[in-house]
């Protein structure tokens, strides 16, 4: 399976938000979370399962030693 970056949106016209505010997605999840990809779920639970992949995503990073935490 494929790995993508899925950023949250909000960055403006054609501008991606800060790579903080990403997740690492297969890209189907990532299609559903900008709403290329019809699902079985409401928007809100979208929202909230992509912001839990946010959580995790930070996490992977800092145990990677790509985020200090201080």
Avoid: P, W
């Amino acid at each position: 399976m494929t790995t993508v970056y899925a950023h949250k949106n909000g960055g403006g016209m054609a501008m991606k938000n800060n790579d903080i505010l990403g997740a690492r997605s297969c890209s189907s999840c990532h299609d559903a979370v900008d709403g290329r990809l019809e699902t079985e779920y409401g928007r809100e639970q979208l929202l909230v399962m992509f912001y839990e992949g946010i959580f995790r995503t930070q996490l992977q990073l800092i145990d990677e030693g790509l985020i200090e935490v201080k």
